[in-house]
């Protein structure tokens, strides 16, 4: 649930006001308009419905709605087509994700590519899904799978059983078809509304997985695919992969904030050199865990060691977030007053957080071994001390009610040779041994650039001016490097 460690940043997604009737075997958008106002949403942003089957099994049944927007190019005589972004999450919302990449994409992408966003099935405006979880099941220490302070998970058994019974009572039909086939579905129908042959793509973080998925199911309907932040691709556990590489990421990536810290030990007093911070995280974590500190507004209202954990995790997405872990950290160690907590809306964690598990759970089977699951938790939290055994505890799909539809989707390299992977060296969330997987699956249809950066997301975001222009050129031209390249 690699979203849920973003959600501060998500907010409502914008409404959609044109809709189109069509039959359910047709996802043709017969009309465009405004998108509803909101914060951040270029007025040339224009939004529609698509209506797609709820279940693309059964011909002629339910459908549901998928929403649209897009942002068309100044300069139709350059255009090459259409820029679709992928969301990540699972579960984040895109609709408004041509509003915010205008603002950031060159102008030689702009020029040449209608930019194009959705909000996946079950999220925001596209047929939303709620489980209807208790406030309690909603702490981000819960939605990733922490265990109790001294290593027992028996709370994560009893939350895990009460979210999947949650889900089914409350979920409706379509939390049933929520899956990774079911989206790249889903985008070929959001293909041939917009009238395109082939469609091109930027997927980022679980946006890459889906983005993997659709070019492996559809592989002649791809033009240009980046795919940024690479999840790993493996058939056989799929989710469950991409949860335990939190542990190998963040050990990645923990080095970079505690040399920033000692850069700064005079301000923050952490210590003097990376080790010595590391000591003092793991120590405050510790302590923590035995003595929480009152912290009210929060969810739960305590700084406990899982809460300092689930701090970090995020503060490693981004070197921006350094100085809001740090703050946090020094005023637990100061018995200083704590920041204010910012804690995600309501209605958008409800959201989230059943689109994640159902994507999660519909993709791929889940052992159900509480043994199995307390013995993998006993050995992560001494190798990886900083994640405390989250990473391979037991979630809700372990007592999920329902088996996945179909297998999940080997990622092959039958098809063009068009699939650029852009990659962070240090990533807390995709590590990059992760995205050698998706690189060694893609074979010779892919080309990997490798960036010596830390944090998620790479183009325009945490990547450096060769990996931009590496990604650029790929879109502007459709040309692969020669050969893999480090930046």
């Known amino acids: 649930m690699r979203n849920l460690a973003r959600l501060s940043a998500v907010g409502a997604a914008t409404a959609v006001l044109a809709t189109a009737l069509v039959t359910p075997a047709q996802a043709a958008a017969t009309s465009w308009g405004a998108c ?31 929403a649209v927007s897009r942002i068309k190019t100044a300069k139709p005589a350059l255009r090459q087509g259409v820029l679709l972004i992928i969301p990540g999450g699972p579960g984040s919302p895109g609709l408004n994700r041509p509003s915010v990449q205008v603002k950031r994409l060159p102008q030689d992408v702009l020029d040449r590519y209608d930019i194009v966003g959705f909000d996946p099935r079950g999220v925001g405006q596209s047929s939303p899904v709620s489980c209807d979880l208790e406030t309690r099941d909603l702490a981000l220490t819960r939605l990733k799978p922490y265990p109790d302070a ?30 990774t086939r079911n989206e790249a579905r889903d985008i070929d129908r959001i293909r041939q509304a ?3 042959k082939k469609i091109s793509y930027w ?24 795919l940024d932040s690479n999840d790993d691709p493996d058939p056989r556990r799929v989710a469950r992969q991409w949860l335990a590489n939190y542990a190998v990421g963040v050990e990645d ?14 301000e923050y007093g952490f210590g003097a050199d990376a080790a010595a911070v590391r000591r003092t995280f ?79 759970c519909n993709d791929v089977e ?4 509480v043994s199995l699951h307390q013995r993998q938790v006993t050995r992560d939290r001494a190798a990886h001390p900083l994640t405390a055994g989250m990473p391979v505890n037991m979630g809700p799909c372990a007592f999920w009610p329902y088996k996945p539809a179909e297998p999940s989707v080997r990622v092959t390299s039958r098809g063009p040779a068009n699939v650029l992977l852009i990659q962070n060296l240090r990533d807390p969330s995709t ?23 830390g944090g998620h997301g790479v183009y325009l975001a945490n990547g450096n001016t060769c990996g931009d222009q590496a990604v650029t050129a790929f879109l502007t031209t459709g040309h692969l490097p020669q050969h893999d390249k480090n930046c």
């Open 150 to 179: 001294d290593g027992g998970i028996t709370e994560n058994v009893a939350w895990s059983r009460r979210i999947a019974e949650a889900c089914a009572r409350n979920g409706g039909p379509l939390i049933r078809h929520i899956s």
């Open 431 to 453: 590590p990059y041994s992760g995205a050698l997987k998706m690189r060694q699956a893609f074979g010779q249809r892919a080309r990997m650039v490798a960036v010596d950066s």
């Open 203 to 226: 997927g980022v973080s679980y946006g890459t997985y889906a983005g993997a998925v659709y070019a492996t199911m559809f592989p002649e309907r791809t033009d240009r695919v980046v």
């Open 36 to 66: 509803a106002g909101g914060p951040g949403v270029d007025p040339r942003q224009e939004c529609t419905t698509l209506h797609v089957p709820m279940d693309y099994r059964a011909s002629g049944g339910q459908t549901i709605s998928l």
């Open 194 to 196: 917009l009238g395109e």
């Open 253 to 266: 990536r923990f080095p970079d904030f505690a040399a920033w810290a000692a850069a700064r030990d005079g």
């Open 282 to 360: 793991l120590d405050l974590a510790a302590e923590l865990d035995r003595k929480p500190l009152p912290w009210p507004g929060a969810n739960p209202e305590e700084l406990n060691g899982n809460v300092l954990r689930e701090t970090m995790l995020n503060a490693l997405y981004s070197d921006a977030n350094f100085p809001m872990l740090a703050t946090l950290m020094r005023a637990a160690l100061t018995s200083g007053e704590l920041p204010p907590p910012n804690t995600p809306p309501v209605a958008a964690m409800q959201n989230t957080a059943a689109h994640s598990g159902a994507t999660m």
């Open 366 to 369: 889940w052992p159900d071994s």
